[in-house]
């Protein structure tokens, strides 16, 4: 079954580092997204991406994240300059919601540990 | 009002057991509506879609009233692997962002 991977699981870093966390969507989707989810706290959406583009983003998706397709398969989050607040899982997520199934399927997360 | 509210439980059911969780939504414009399941420290996954005319699949039944806003999760004969978060999702009135709520903990005890 395809699934939504990511990399890494966990991210360590000092504040003020810049960090990408990489996703590979499931590759005949055309949607992708990211959400975050603080410890104890819900999911939040973040951003959306189609056709190259952002098709949304929240108001957390601020000028310190940016995000890229920089190949047929990878889809990447950029945090410029991390804070202590960037502190949480993110999820990777794609969807095709012209097909069959328009389901978004999550990614395992990578938790960003910011110092 | 949160865009997404539920309660947040924990439920403590035996084995067996028939629960129900609830859910409102503040957007009478969303279009579409989840009920996901977490394990801790997961990724949220899809339970079922929920309909209009409410849907069942296996032990899980799903019920949508448009007009209350209110989305609900049955569970029936209750499983030990059905301990998790269950979390109430919807989408936006015109994009494909998901709205989650902060979900509702059920525990199955032996």
């Known amino acids: ?56 983003k929240s108001e957390i998706f601020d000028d310190q994240f940016s995000v ?24 990777c997520a794609s969807s095709d919601p012209s ?17 | 009002r949160k865009e997404v509210e539920q309660d947040p439980g924990p439920f403590n059911v035996p084995e067996g057991a028939t629960v129900a969780f609830n859910c ?8 579409s509506f989840f009920w996901y399941r977490q394990d801790c420290r997961k990724e949220p996954k899809l339970l079922m879609s929920v309909y209009s005319s409410g849907n069942e699949d296996g032990r899980f039944t799903a019920q949508l009233n448009r007009a209350s806003q209110y989305i609900s999760l049955l569970i029936r004969d209750s499983k030990l692997s059905d301990s998790a978060t269950y979390l109430c999702v919807v989408s936006g009135d015109s994009s494909y962002k998901l709205i989650f709520g902060s979900g509702t903990r059920l525990l199955v005890r032996p």
């Open chain 1, 1 to 56: 079954e395809p699934e939504v991977t990511q990399t890494p699981s966990h991210q360590v870093t000092q504040m003020g580092q810049e960090v990408i966390l990489r996703c590979v969507p499931i590759s005949n989707h055309l949607y992708f997204y990211w959400y975050r989810q603080i410890l104890g706290q819900k999911v939040e959406f973040l951003v959306s991406f189609y056709n190259n583009e952002i098709s949304e």
């Open chain 1, 68 to 91: 890229e397709r920089p190949d047929g398969s990878n889809f990447t989050l950029k945090i410029r300059s991390t804070k202590l607040e960037d502190s949480a899982m993110y999820f």
């Open chain 1, 99 to 115: 097909g069959r199934d328009p389901t978004q399927y999550f990614g395992p997360g990578t938790r960003l540990t910011v110092l």
């Open chain 2, 24 to 31: 409102t939504y503040s957007n009478s414009a969303s279009q």
